[in-house]
T-cell receptor, first 114, second 110 residues
């Protein structure tokens, strides 16, 4: 079956612009996670959704970052007033019911802020 | 806050040599530990998952050990091949959140 998909695969934007990154989880998975991987680092947790609600958004770096999952399936990570330091690979993962289930990762979106 | 460290940061070996990758973590209250492979420009591929109650897990040429009390895990790759060249990431799970190390980048020379 289809895995986790993310679009776009690459996004180049200018400092100060707004961007949206999309994640399509595995069908039927209720839990969805966003991670950010900066160059030379491991992924860092950003936010965890259980269904439509954000169960833990403690990893979001500041209020320029926001994520939604209005119907409990697709999620969008939104970044306002982008900064060069936001450049990274944004990874999405999903799991069947959250908690301690195995997380399956998408290929990521590489964001470059010029 | 859980801190995960991987040593070495990079490793280059000739084909056929065994690989030893190390991972350490600061908080031993973990649910499980997972080893991932990441190829350039790609996402994460899960290699092995060790539950906190287990001591090791094996899959083909891969073997991972876990010593939860000392906060350490080791990934062994036997008889390395050029196709094993990639970055290997260790991640510990405490409830739903994964905490990753920075990875070990492996190059296997033909």
């Amino acid at each position: 079956g289809a895995g986790v998909s993310q679009t776009p695969s690459n996004k180049v934007t200018e400092k100060g612009k707004y961007v949206e990154l999309r994640c399509d989880p595995i069908s039927g998975h209720t839990a969805l996670y966003w991670y950010r991987q900066s160059l030379g680092q491991g992924p860092e947790f950003l936010i965890y959704f259980q269904g439509t609600g954000a169960a833990d958004d403690s990893g979001l770096p500041n209020d320029r970052f926001f994520a939604v999952r209005p119907e409990g399936s697709v999620s969008t990570l939104k970044i306002q007033r982008t900064e060069r330091g936001d450049s990274a690979v944004y990874l999405c993962a999903s799991s069947s019911s959250g908690g301690r289930d195995t997380q399956y990762f998408g290929p990521g979106t590489r964001l470059t802020v010029l | 806050k859980q801190e995960v460290t991987q040593i070495p940061a990079a490793l280059s070996v000739p084909e056929g040599e065994n690989l030893v990758l190390n991972c350490s973590f600061t908080d031993s209250a973990i649910y499980n530990l997972q080893w991932f492979r990441q190829d350039p420009g790609k996402g994460l591929t899960s290699l092995l998952l060790i539950q906190s109650s287990q001591r090791e897990q094996t899959s083909g040429r891969l073997n991972a050990s876990l010593d939860k009390s000392s906060g350490r895990s080791t990934l062994y790759i036997a008889a390395s091949q050029p196709g094993d060249s990639a970055t290997y990431l260790c991640a510990v799970r405490d409830d739903y959140k994964l905490s990753f190390g920075a990875g070990t980048t492996v190059t296997v020379r033909a």
